[in-house]
């Protein structure tokens, strides 16, 4: 597929999109047939560079022409038509709009989905679209949840544009992997926890984002910020109908959950613990402007360990069902190899990896599936992501 650059003046609010909007690579932000739904998703979109298939661009150019064409028809001055944008409103719109189940599922697609309501609370339908959302989330993430887990470790450890919504996106795939091996858990729960690991950061999103691009230290009204954002989200959610209290609770208190054994505590309680190790860790393998994502071993360690430096219970689920080198991170061979990991396994320590970087410190050639099981190609360890400068393909990876 071949994109090219969109001009984000002719998009318009609460019109159905006669085609996708895309990122640089190709993938999809908003899909044909969705709306953008209010002024400040309007001004994200217009905030960075969107492009689209070159297909569809064609179209595009036609209806721009024929404005131009019918203005010239019309005198109207030489100043105003030069000062003409495309009006997107004169293309032909998709038929009936796609049913839930048949949106374009992707990560970059629900990451920006992610990011649309994270900006706008307050915005119409909002607790249906974030619920939605959250469905498309799990679904995408149950039909595969090795390759699901390549495409968020690769992104957590790469990227910190948009960091607040991909993080946030991140610890609900983890929290709604993870949540199973916690003594007791019912299937119920699993509802507001998703819920609450998606809004836990929502008055907090633009700063976070912020603090990702940020060098130097904490000023002190962001350090006042950081500490009372959980209150004001829970508030911000109570305030626009949210009556749940265990989603309000576990979002009121994601960085606060007391640490100790979780057997005899409430629902609220367990989900808030989980998703606070889960943040621990994510955010471990995330990189900021001022320091570097961590190992995959050094942010286990982080999620595997209390407050007191004793162990968690919930970090204990959490690695469990990882592994201690979960798809999407980078591990050196016994060989001299570097690899990505692929696939978990029965065996934490003898993952399905693929070496990118020869023993000579050179990029392969050809990507090259290794046994770990093997003296030669056993893993050694974690390596920070940092220290790779291979950036692989992805969609080759998942294939292997």
């Not at 955010?283 to 942010?299: H, V, W």
Request: hydrophobic share 45%; with cysteine.
């Amino acid at each position: 597929m071949k994109v090219v650059p969109l001009p984000s003046e002719g998009l318009r609010i609460g019109r159905p999109l006669p085609f996708s909007v895309r990122d640089g690579s190709g993938a999809i932000l908003l899909a044909r047939g969705a709306s953008i739904e209010s002024e400040k998703q309007l001004e994200l979109l217009r905030s960075r560079q969107i492009f689209i298939d070159m297909s569809e661009m064609e179209s595009v150019q036609r209806a721009y022409n024929g404005q131009l064409d019918q203005m010239l028809r019309q005198d109207v001055a030489l100043g105003r038509i030069a000062d003409a944008r495309p009006a997107y409103e004169s293309l032909p719109l998709p038929g009936a709009p796609a049913r839930p189940a048949e949106r374009p599922l992707d990560w970059p697609n629900l990451q920006m989905r992610l990011r649309l309501l994270l900006v706008d609370p307050r915005g119409a339908d909002w607790v249906a679209r974030l619920r939605a959302l959250r469905d498309d989330v799990l679904v995408l993430a149950g039909r595969n949840p090795d390759r699901a887990l390549l495409r968020l470790m690769y992104d957590a450890s790469n990227e910190f544009q948009d960091y607040s919504a991909n993080h946030s996106l991140f610890v609900c795939v983890l929290a709604a992997m993870a949540c199973g091996q916690l003594p007791g858990w019912q299937a119920e729960w699993a509802d507001p926890l998703t819920l609450a690991a998606l809004t836990m950061n929502v008055t907090f999103t633009q700063m976070q984002d912020e603090l990702a691009r940020q060098a130097g230290p904490l000023s002190e009204i962001q350090r006042d910020t950081l500490r009372d954002h959980p209150e004001r989200a829970a508030q911000l959610l109570a305030d626009i109908g949210i009556d749940d209290p265990v989603w309000l609770h576990a979002v009121r208190h994601h960085h606060s959950a007391p640490s100790g054994p979780l057997a005899g505590r409430s629902p609220e309680e367990m989900i808030a613990r989980l998703i606070r190790r889960a943040d621990r860790y994510a955010a471990r393998l995330s990189p900021r402007k001022s320091r570097p994502a961590s190992s995959a071993t050094a942010a286990a360690q982080v999620a595997l360990l209390d407050e007191g430096g004793h162990g968690d219970e919930a970090g204990q689920a959490l690695i469990r069902m990882l592994g201690l080198y979960p798809p999407g991170v980078w591990v050196k061979l016994q060989c001299g190899e570097i690899a990505m990991v692929v696939r978990r396994t029965a065996v934490a320590k003898e993952p399905v990896v693929v070496s990118l970087v020869g023993r000579s410190g050179m990029p392969l050639a050809v990507p090259a599936l290794r046994n770990t099981k093997l003296p030669d190609y056993a893993v050694t360890g974690a390596v920070a992501p940092s220290q790779v400068k291979v950036r692989p393909n992805l969609d080759l990876l998942e294939r292997a």
